[in-house]
């Protein structure tokens, strides 16, 4: 009886309590951990070891629909997930209700990477901010921002601190300026690293920048003559110094309201350009040089004056007149000269008031022929004398005449080599000369061997229209003396001839005018040639009867 009732007892104790195995019973979620990118759905199962179990579910803000259901367990599908979650799992089994929790993280990549450069243009030894940012990214504990320059790394951020993850997602450093750091690329590298949550590293960078350095501290400076001449076309020029980068500086100039078309350069750190100007109206007007380079214009103003003065006017009464008759002659200002100018004439014995014309008269000589006359004017312009001259040359007309020193009355030739007559007259027009020997016209052109024939006296009549004059000329003709060499003969004959072209040389350019002379002496060419041709066979008769 006894081994009956401990054999109930042990199997009574083998046999579960209903109550001890609902109490057992496990709750799980699947998945255990989630990473959701944002604005993606995600599937969760919830599970439990109750063999009966009963009210279940799950807890959640999320927008949540069940996709199928078993005894133990329920799918749902989580929507629409845009930030972190915390989703509960429960089931309740013999009264007893368990539930286990899941982390949901959402995560964004950094897709957009913002870099921004203030002042994009920047002065040297300023300072200048570089900041990037990322608008929209999660988890912020997992970014890491860069700041690049090139390949070098300026600044580095992360955001792990908790007292961080409220703030942006954003880094700012601040660079001093350089002249190396001119054109150099700026740039931002956001680096996204889930692995803690078992994702994977996600990268992000921003659009290269460029920022461009100068330095502008010097005010441009304007090279141009205090005056201007109207209508006289000047270079002008405009500089700057200190300035980088130099080949950059952009140069406008104007004249007033007249913009110019200046021509630029530049080296190392001076850039400068140059212009032509032609003032057109007179007085007070300014220049202006504008230089602009990035953000920064210099201007430069530097007034000028601008006159009027052309060179006065010289009248002559007559400019070919007969010598022993007077000539008048008046020296006058321009109208365009502004303001009146001071009149001096040459050889006038006075200075003529400011504003009147000087005057000069003079009894015509010889001597006047070729004789240049001149007229200045000066002018008094902001402090300055300008000086403007106005030249004129004189013809005197007179009739023929001979020098001794161009037509010597006694020559004498060597017997045996060539030989010229040497005569030269003087005269306005130039006279027509004619040598009469033994009756006949004497060649003066070519030159003769000297005979003792030659030995006598030449017969020379000068005409021009004005009248005529006559000279006798001695030759006499030597024979050479006893013993001179074959090369002395030859050196003289050298020197001769050379004498000889020389006094044709001399001849046939001593022509003063003698085209306009006969402009003004009103007679047709013919009609001189034959007077003189008339005169001359007169002549040699005349000489031909007096045994010339």
């Known amino acids: 009886m006894k081994m009956l009732l401990l ?70 599908l989580l929507e629409d997930i845009t930030e972190d979650s915390v989703l509960q799992c429960f089931f309740s089994c013999a009264g007893v209700q368990k539930d286990t929790v899941l982390d949901i993280t959402m995560y964004q990549p950094p897709e957009q990477v913002i870099l921004d450069l203030q002042p994009e243009w920047v002065a040297v030894d300023e300072a200048f901010t570089v900041t990037c940012h990322v608008p929209s990214v999660a988890p912020l504990q997992s970014l890491t921002l860069t700041l690049l320059q090139g390949d070098q790394e300026l600044h580095r951020k992360d955001f792990l601190s908790l007292s961080l993850v409220s703030q942006r997602a954003e880094v700012t450093t601040t660079v001093r300026a350089h002249r190396d750091n001119d054109r150099r690329n700026f740039s931002c590298r956001a680096e996204l690293d889930l692995s803690p949550h078992g994702g994977g590293l996600f990268h992000g960078s921003s659009a290269t920048k460029q920022l461009r350095i100068f330095e502008f501290s010097q005010n441009p400076q304007i090279w141009v003559p205090s005056l201007l001449e109207v209508g006289k076309a000047e270079i002008v020029s405009c500089e700057v110094t200190r300035v980088f980068p130099a080949q950059e500086a952009v140069f406008r100039m104007f004249l007033e309201d007249q913009e110019l078309s200046p021509f630029s350069s530049w080296r190392e750190d001076a850039a400068w350009a140059s212009a032509t100007i032609q003032a057109m109206e007179t007085g007070d007007q300014e220049l202006t040089c504008l230089v602009s380079l990035g953000p920064v214009e210099q201007k430069t103003r530097k007034p000028v004056y601008v006159y009027s003065f052309p060179p006065p006017i010289l009248e002559i009464e007559d400019a070919y007149p007969l010598a022993g008759t007077d000539v008048n002659v008046t020296c006058l200002g321009h109208v365009l000269t502004s303001p009146s ?75 045996g080599m060539d030989q010229m007559l040497a005569c030269i007259p003087e005269g306005n027009p130039t006279p027509a000369l004619v040598c009469v020997w033994n009756g006949m016209i004497f060649d003066l052109d070519v030159p003769q061997k000297a005979t003792q024939n030659h030995t006598g006296t030449y017969c020379c009549t000068a005409t021009n229209p004005l009248g005529s004059v006559s000279k006798d000329i001695t030759v006499i003709v030597q024979g050479l003396p006893e013993g001179i060499s074959s090369s002395t003969i030859f050196i003289i004959i050298i020197f001769t001839l050379g004498m000889a072209v020389i006094t044709v040389a001399l001849y046939l350019n001593y022509q003063p005018c003698k085209g306009n002379s006969r402009k003004r002496m009103h007679r047709p060419r013919e009609q001189s040639k034959g007077e003189e041709s008339q005169f001359s066979d007169i002549r040699a008769e005349e000489c031909h009867a007096n045994l010339c």
Do not use: M
Request: glycine share 8%; net charge negative; proline share 8%.
């Open 7 to 76: 054999g109930v007892w042990t199997l009574l104790a083998l046999i579960p309590c209903p109550g001890a195995a609902e109490e057992l019973f496990q709750v799980s979620v699947h998945p255990n951990e989630a990473l959701v990118e944002f604005g993606h759905s995600l599937t969760v199962n919830c599970s439990t070891t109750c063999p009966d179990p009963g009210p279940s579910g799950i807890e959640t803000f999320l927008k949540k629909t069940q996709l199928s259901k078993g005894s133990q367990w329920k799918e749902f």
């Open 341 to 415: 100018p001071t009149l001096r004439l040459q050889g006038s014995p006075n200075h003529s008031a400011p504003g009147k014309p000087a005057w000069l008269l003079f009894t015509a000589r010889e001597e006047d022929d070729g004789r240049t006359l001149s007229c200045e004017a000066s002018l008094e312009v902001q402090g300055q004398r300008l000086v403007r001259t106005t030249e004129s040359q004189l013809h005197v007309l007179y009739k023929p005449r001979f020098q001794e020193s161009r037509c010597p009355g006694n020559q004498i030739w060597v017997e």
